[in-house]
Structures are given as structure tokens and as C-alpha cells.
């Protein structure tokens, strides 16, 4: 009986339902984009990161969001989600987006050395997408407050 109650618990704290659900639609977004602009259904962009929208970026803004609402702007929990979202915020449009460029020259470097090496000798192309762009990680943002708003003032 205690492991049942324990689980529903699970299945209605807005903390964790809403950010999940929050990346669910962020990554399902970027499923549609692919679908849009490559004509091709590519699955593997609903657990792959980087891209239109950040997911990231939807998860942690989502939490800060239903930390705020449900326990108030002052609450030490909402300061804590809030501090991991701007880490998270920064690191997806800062430090993983250099990342990505990095990868783009290095892949570029491995393609020219390709035409003078025998392709045994050579490693396989390192992911490009790996960050965001702002405007990726301002439509997670977005996706997230306004889920999370959703969720705490309209859902169940």
C-alpha cells in the first residue's frame, strides 16, 4: 500500500511532471522540425540533443516555473531551480554551442584529410549538434514557462 501511495505522489508532483512533459514537447518539436525540413522521420531526434528547441532549456525553466508558482518567488527551492536553469541556460548557448562549431571545423579537417589518407586511418565524423543557438535556447525558455504555467494553473 505505502509503495502505491508513493508512486501516485510521483505521478502528481507538478515538479516532476511538468519538466518531463515540457522536454517531451521540446524534443517531439524538433521530430516535426526535421520532418519539415528534411522530408524524412528521424526518431532519434527525440532523445538526441542540440537543436531546435533546447530541451534542456525547456526542462529547467519549466521546474523554476512550477517551484515559483507552487512555492513562491522567495522559497529556497525556487532559488535553487532557478540558479541550475541560468547554469544550464548559459551552458547550452555558450559552452556546448563552441563545442559544436569545434566539432564542424575539426569534421571539415577530417574531410580534407580524407582525400590524401586512406579512410582506415581516420575516426568517424564527432556530432556537430551539440548546443544552441539564443534563439533555440529563448524557444525552450518559452516552452517551458509556458507549459509550466499551463500545468500548474490549467492541468490537473
Do not use: C
Not at 524534443?27 to 525540413?37: R, T
Not at 527525440?46 to 537543436?51: A, E, Q, T
Not at 533546447?54 to 526542462?59: C, I
Not at 515559483?68 to 532559488?79: I, M, T, V, Y
Amino acid at each position: 500500500m505505502l509503495a502505491n501511495l508513493e508512486f501516485i505522489d510521483l505521478v502528481y508532483n507538478k515538479a516532476i511532471v511538468a519538466p518531463m512533459l515540457a522536454w517531451g514537447i521540446a524534443q517531439l518539436i524538433k521530430v516535426i522540425i526535421e520532418l519539415i525540413k528534411n522530408r524524412r522521420l528521424d526518431f532519434s531526434r527525440l532523445v538526441s540533443s542540440g537543436g531546435m528547441p533546447s530541451a534542456h532549456s525547456a526542462v529547467t525553466t519549466a521546474l523554476a516555473t512550477v517551484l515559483a508558482l507552487e512555492q513562491g518567488f522567495g522559497s529556497p527551492l525556487f532559488a535553487v531551480s532557478l540558479i541550475l536553469a541560468a547554469v544550464v541556460l548559459y551552458d547550452s548557448a555558450g559552452v556546448r554551442q563552441s563545442v559544436g562549431k569545434q566539432a564542424f571545423v575539426l569534421n571539415r579537417i577530417i574531410r580534407e584529410l580524407k582525400d590524401r589518407r586512406p579512410m582506415t586511418e581516420l575516426e568517424h565524423d564527432l556530432r556537430e549538434l551539440i548546443g544552441h543557438t539564443p534563439f533555440e535556447v529563448g524557444a525552450g525558455v518559452v516552452i517551458g514557462i509556458g507549459f509550466a504555467l499551463f500545468w500548474v494553473l490549467i492541468g490537473p
